[in-house]
Each structure stands twice: as C-alpha cells, then as structure tokens.
C-alpha cells in the first residue's frame, strides 16, 4: 500500500479509510481514499454514481453487494447502513465487468440494471439503499444500454393521462424496455427500434440518452452500427412493434458495451465510446438538437484507454471527466483520470488535468468508474480504483489555477 506524505488522521467511522490533509496523489489535490470497507464483495467499486448530497452508491462484484458511502461536511466517511447482498436479498449474482449503474438526474434516485439468471433483465431502483427489484421479461437478457427517461403520460384504456415518473428505459439486443408503468399491462410494451421506416433495420443499442423535448423526453440511442439516432418519447409509451427515429448522423465510431450518452444540456451531448476488443476509443460533443445531429468540434483522440465518463460542472462551466483504468502512469499500468473542459467548440484536449495515484500500483485499475457527486452545495469528482474509492475534495487544474477550490466545511 502507499506511504502517506502527511500524518493520518483519525480513521473517523470506517476503520478502513485512510485520511490524508494535504494528500499523496499528484498536484496537491486533497483528496480522500477509502478502501474497501466491511463489505462482503470481493470486488469493492466496480460502478459508483452519486446518490444524493455527500452520498456514493457503490457496486460489488464477486459477491454482488450495493453500499453507500456517506460524507459528512467535513469529508468524513461512514458506511450507510443500506448495504446489500444482492445475491441472498435478491437473487442477483451475475454481475458483468461493466454493471450498469444510473443516476436519477432529477432526484436521489439510483438503478442497477443486471442480467438476472440469463432469462430476464432486473433494474433495482431506490433512494439512499431502499431498493425495489423490477423484472423485465426480455430475450436476450443481455444488458446492453440503459438511461433514465421522463417518459409521456399514459395512453392505453383505463390510464389515459396518468402521469408517470422518471424512469430508466432498458436496451438488451434490438428490444427497448421501459419500466414506467406501475402496474404494467400484459405483455409489457418494448420497443424494436430500426434506423428507418424504409430499412427496418435494427439498431443494437450500445449507448442511451436522453434529452427533454418539453414536458417530457426524447432518447437517444447510439447504435451498434456507429450511427446516433433520436427517437421521440412518445414511442416509449405503449410503441408498436418497430420505431423509426426522427433523425440520425453517423458518427464514425461504432460503440462498445459500457459506452456513454452524458446529457450536457438542453441540446447538447457528451458520447463516450469505446471498442470491445481493443483501446479505440472517443470523446465527442454532439448538438442534438440540430436534425441531424452535428459534432461540436474534434473528438479527443487521446484516449486510447478510456472506458467511463462522467460531466462535472463548476459554476455553469462543464467538464468531461474521463477514467482510463489501463493507463501508463510513470511507467506502470495503474490507470489515471483525465479532466477536459467543455466549450462552445467541443472537448478542449488542450485543458487536459491529469488524476492519477502518486505512488501508481500495477493493476491498480484507477479511473474504472468515475462519478460527479455533490457535497456541500457543489460537486466533486469520485474515482474507484480496485477495492478502493478516491473522493476530491479540491483540484488544481494542469496549469497551476484551481479547477474547484476546498469543499470541505470546518477544515
């Protein structure tokens, strides 16, 4: 493990953690590491999203477990008394390289998406740890894409109007699944949806997003086929067999699992792709709200190891977050975490912020999941690494100025 470069604090409430004032990684960003607490996983961190003010949900894989960091206002950290052995509560031990772990962008809400025993997909949903299973009857079961959606209101006999919540719309092979009806009619809709009405051809959802379109949603799906197609929401309330999109453009760049639509704003799009069988990979701004879609700019060709992107924003200015878990740092494959700022033409790859461990451990994996949470009226960047969690509570940006200053209160 690594030496501390200043006196540990006292280890607060998880006997695990390591506190550090002034850290060990590189450029002074303080920071603290959290390694893996009193969980069952064996593999601590696989996916972490935000689940609310000081909240990081966090997957287990090996043994399947969800647990919550909990921050208080002075960074101190308690593992919340939600954790839960997916395996014996609910039957789910199947859990990909790449689980699909979803924030609510509108609430605290989180939802896991898993294969559940290769006959049906399961999204388990909830705020702070109160989790609810929801099967979807889907063939093939294989989870491929996933996003949260404000879907329209109800349109079927006997529901008509009836408003439904923000919920997360499913991809597994050339089927899209919504779980927003509460009492779902049978058989449940899906969704095939095809690059046109003319072709029917279907698309393979690798990546899905969303993006409001007045009072509700429009998705957007990025195909296998290297193509981005906008689909409206309407379709995703009761849709017909197959769905032709409103407009589409072809990015290029044929997508992986564990690829990415980040919603930007209300026109614009961050797509994080990678391949699954070697380290091609992209980071580009799309506005879609142009039809079709047009790329902001270059896409950052440097990242030939990204796997995981999350948007960060300070003060109204955004940023791309990027994990790149395979990475060389200081001669050893420990993986690191670029930052990039958004502007009006595209990824700055100029703006480039390098977070990676000081002191690199092989096969350390940092950067494999990467979230933005907030935490005292702000946000800050969480990185998982292998069986550990860095939270930054303050980053200096490459050129010496500060990215976000100290978020930490009392200190």
Not at 18 to 39: M, Y
Not at 154 to 170: F, N
Request: proline letters at 6%.
């Amino acid at each position: 493990m690594r030496t501390m470069m200043l006196t540990l604090l006292a280890a607060a409430s998880l006997a695990a953690c390591k506190w550090t004032e002034f850290d060990d990684l590189q450029n002074q960003t303080w920071v603290t590491s959290v390694q893996k607490p009193d969980v069952k996983s064996t593999d601590y961190g696989v996916a972490i999203q935000r689940g609310g003010d000081g909240r990081l949900a966090v997957i287990g894989a090996g043994q399947a477990t969800y647990s919550e960091l909990v921050f208080d206002a002075k960074g101190g950290s308690s593992l919340a008394a939600t954790t839960r052995d997916l395996g014996s509560q609910y039957g789910i031990t199947n859990l990909g390289p790449q689980p699909i772990l979803l924030a609510d962008p509108s609430t605290d809400d989180i939802a896991l998406i898993v294969d559940f025993g290769g006959s049906s997909i399961t999204v388990l949903t909830g705020a702070q740890g109160a989790l609810t299973p929801r099967p979807l009857s889907i063939s093939p079961s294989t989870v491929d894409a996933a996003t949260y959606m404000q879907p329209p209101n109800r349109t079927d006999v006997g529901h008509v109007g009836e408003v439904q919540p923000v919920q997360p719309l499913v991809a597994s092979g050339d089927v899209v699944l919504g779980t927003f009806y509460a009492n779902p009619p049978s058989p449940q809709p899906k969704c095939k949806l095809v690059d046109s009405a003319a072709a029917a051809t279907a698309i393979q959802a690798r990546a899905l997003g969303a993006i409001r379109n007045g009072a509700f949603d429009d998705v957007l799906a990025w195909g296998a086929d290297g193509k981005l197609y906008r689909y409206p929401g309407s379709v995703f309330n009761g849709c017909a067999t197959m769905q032709a999109p409103t407009t589409s453009v072809d990015t290029g760049f044929m997508p992986g699992h564990g690829s990415q639509i980040l919603a930007i704003d209300a026109t614009h799009v961050l797509l994080q792709g990678h391949h699954d069988a070697d380290d091609a990979s992209l980071l580009q701004v799309y506005d879609v709200g142009a039809a079709p879609p047009v790329a902001v700019g270059s896409s950052v060709a440097m990242l030939s190891k990204l796997r995981t992107a999350a948007i960060l924003d300070v003060n109204g200015v955004k940023y791309a977050v990027a994990g790149l878990p395979t990475q060389s740092v200081h001669g050893t494959i420990a993986g690191g975490v670029q930052i990039f700022k958004i502007t009006a033409t595209g990824v700055d790859d100029l703006s480039a912020t390098p977070l990676s461990d000081a002191q690199p451990e092989t096969n350390q994996s940092f950067g494999r999941a990467v979230a933005v949470m907030p935490f005292n009226g702000k946000q800050v960047i969480a990185v998982a690494a292998n069986n550990e969690i860095f939270v930054y509570f303050r980053v200096q940006l490459a050129d010496g100025t500060t990215l976000y200053d100290e978020t930490r209160q009392g200190r």
